[in-house]
């Protein structure tokens, strides 16, 4: 049996990670597998600025970073943002990630360049992180936002007629005006769109989760894993130090309502 841990980026009640966990039902997935989905213990209110990636980077990191002791084969991370990516991969030899770069490196297999069809323009700056690191701007044409409040919570759920119309209007205007071959839902709160977007437009679009986990299962089953030569083990852990600040945290925030990706 396979066990890939998916860290939510929010903390939240299991009625409201089932709807991230709905993401498996696109996927034909081997009986041999199984996912389990755990919420930070406390994180930022969004993921608009680089004060968010900071926080988002250690609430991430502290929920995975004993994984592999817990016995996990993966961990994905289920925000655009790719928080915590890197300091995982620096304390873990299992396979971690994130559904942000390797969404876009998938676009360009795809295609030449892609878009970027987002909820909100708010969450541009994590974009532009993961485009900064790539140095992939030329092949990013567009990213277009359709400026409606999201739910890290409840999703787009209740919200279909209203949302699921305004995000083809803007990827048939990323296809057609920017000349986007490649699509990319924003974030992972998204991921109820997909079904709907996909049969309607003339190019593919990427579903950023899903993409993750097979990812993840591709890498389990070549035996590949991140160089350590890339992110080196620290010569002093303080795992125990990250714990005790987060479960202190927890004890002062609860779960926010505002959407992110």
């Known amino acids: 049996m396979k066990k890939i841990l998916v860290i939510v980026p929010f903390a939240m009640s299991e009625d409201n990670r089932q709807l991230r966990r ?12 199984q996912f389990e989905y755990r919420s930070v213990k406390a994180g930022p209110v969004n993921y608009a600025s680089h004060h968010d990636f900071v926080l988002a980077d250690v609430s991430i990191f502290e929920a995975g970073c004993r994984a592999e002791q817990e016995g996990f084969d993966a961990v994905c991370i289920d925000t655009m943002s790719d928080s ?24 360009l297999m795809l295609g030449e360049n892609f878009s970027i069809i987002t909820m909100a323009s708010r969450w541009k700056p994590l974009y532009k992180k993961a485009l900064d690191e790539l140095g992939l701007h030329r092949q990013c044409v567009s990213v ?19 949302v699921f119309p305004l995000l083809e209007q803007a990827a048939l205007r990323a296809i057609d005006e920017d ?9 992972t709160t998204m991921h ?16 950023p989760g899903p993409l993750s986990y097979q990812t993840a299962l591709g890498l389990l089953g070549l035996g590949l894993s991140h160089s350590a030569r890339a992110y080196p083990p620290p010569l002093h852990p303080r795992l125990d130090m990250l714990q005790a600040m987060l479960t202190a945290a927890q004890n002062q925030v609860m779960p926010n309502p505002q959407g992110n990706p």
Do not use: C, T
């Not at 000349?179 to 974030?187: D, E, Y």
């Open 22 to 33: 709905q993401q498996l039902g696109s996927l034909s997935l081997p009986p041999d597998v």
């Open 179 to 187: 000349g986007a071959q490649v699509l990319i839902l924003g974030s």
């Open 192 to 207: 109820q769109a997909h079904a709907y977007l996909q049969p309607r437009l003339p190019v593919p679009i990427i579903n």
């Open 144 to 162: 277009r936002a359709i400026e409606m409040p999201a739910d890290n919570l409840g999703l787009l759920g209740g919200k279909e007629e209203l």
């Open 84 to 107: 915590g990516v890197a300091a995982l991969r620096s304390v873990l030899r299992i396979p971690v990630v994130g559904p942000g770069k390797v969404s876009m490196l998938s676009a």
